[in-house]
């Protein structure tokens, strides 16, 4: 099964758990679909310098996926804060640590995959990609 949770339906989650199928069953472990980046790099799934963390603009929209191992975890950043709505203008004029400190309080989880292999950039040259090891992320984002 490639698909682990898909699209919006994973910022639903709620509860002990989420019922995929009628033979699948997600625990949640204490997760919701308002869980942070940085609190999944927290949690002990994985240890943070076995995690990647991407994030870059789509028009006025910033897109953050955290990688680990074949888990891609896909988020979405509320840019609201953002004054003239540029998100690629604004991560060009900014920090990395502003950046996370501005972006992890407003990601919503958006998606979760699962793949048959290790998990990288959504799509390979697609968006300009930042790349972040999750130690540093969690790091900035303290």
Not at 2 to 18: A, K, P, Q
Not at 88 to 108: E, G, P
Not at 110 to 119: C, G, H
Request: proline share 4%; aromatic share 12%.
């Amino acid at each position: 099964m490639d698909e682990l949770v898909s699209d919006r339906r994973s910022g639903y989650l709620e509860g002990d758990f989420e019922v995929l199928t009628d033979r699948l069953v997600l625990s949640l472990d204490g997760f919701s679909g308002e869980t942070k980046p940085s609190e999944f790099l927290a949690a002990g799934l994985w240890a943070p310098e076995e995690a990647a963390v991407f994030y870059a603009a789509l028009s006025d929209d910033i897109l953050l996926n955290i990688c680990a191992g074949p888990i891609q975890i896909h988020f979405r950043v509320d840019t609201d804060f953002i004054e003239d709505g540029d998100a690629q203008k604004y991560l060009a004029n900014s920090t990395v640590s502003q950046v996370v400190s501005d972006i992890d309080s407003r990601a919503t989880l958006d998606s979760i995959y699962s793949y048959p292999q290790p998990a990288f950039e959504e799509i390979p040259g697609a968006f300009n990609w930042n790349l972040l090891s999750g130690r540093d992320y969690l790091t900035l984002a303290r």
